[in-house]
Structures are given as structure tokens and as C-alpha cells.
Nanobody, 124 residues
């Protein structure tokens, strides 16, 4: 069974930094795009950053220049370095990966998987 396990997050003062990590485990053929989303209280989940298997990145306008995502294909992991954090960055952050894996009843399917979520709280 494919799983994404996140680490990092926590409480930080505005202007500080945090690093999130996420690793995929289980049996699969390929990890395609990976990324990070966040959901603040009372708001919809929104995209933060994505990264392709080739390393091409995409960021939400609100985090450009402050956040950097990277991945280690050998370790099936993705990271999010968050600098110059602001109170409005407070949210639960979720790792996402589009993974191609064999299905129990046969065949191969590409599916979106999600991490368990990790809380990031930025105080002023």
C-alpha cells in the first residue's frame, strides 16, 4: 500500500523558517508530479507548490520568492523550505504525489495520494 508520510511543521515567529518533508513508501512503478497544498481554517485547500519528476516547479503567487520545493527521486521524497514566514501562511500543509502503481485486482493506475497533514503556525 502506498503511503505519504510528512514531517516538519510547528510553531514559528513571523520572519522565521520551517522545512517540511514528505516521503513515499510502498510498492509503485513511478512517482510523477509531487507538491504541497495547504488549508487554513474556514478556507478551501489551495496549491502551494508543485514539482515534476524532472524538477520543474510551480508556485502560488503568495509564496513566490519565499518558499522553495525540491525532491529527491532516489529517496522518493519532496521538501518544502519556507522562509520569511507570515501569519497568513498558518495552515495545515498536505503533501501530494501522483503515483503509478499496480492495482490489487490487476492493471496499473495513476492516483493522487495525500500525506496526513502537518500544522504550520506563524505568530506575529
Amino acid at each position: 500500500q502506498v503511503q505519504l508520510v510528512e514531517s516538519g511543521g510547528g510553531l514559528v515567529q513571523a520572519g522565521g523558517s520551517l522545512r517540511l518533508s514528505c516521503a513515499a513508501s510502498g510498492r509503485f512503478f513511478r512517482i510523477n508530479d509531487m507538491g504541497w497544498y495547504r488549508q487554513a481554517p474556514g478556507k478551501q485547500r489551495e496549491l502551494v507548490a508543485t514539482i515534476t519528476s524532472g524538477g520543474d516547479t510551480n508556485y502560488a503567487d503568495s509564496v513566490k520568492g519565499r518558499f522553495t520545493t525540491s525532491r529527491d527521486n532516489a529517496k522518493n521524497s519532496v521538501h518544502l523550505q519556507m522562509n520569511s514566514l507570515k501569519p497568513e501562511d498558518t495552515a495545515v500543509y498536505y503533501c501530494n504525489a501522483r503515483i503509478t502503481a499496480a492495482q490489487p485486482m490487476g492493471g496499473i493506475r495513476t492516483t493522487d495520494y495525500w500525506g496526513q497533514g502537518t500544522q504550520v503556525t506563524v505568530y506575529s
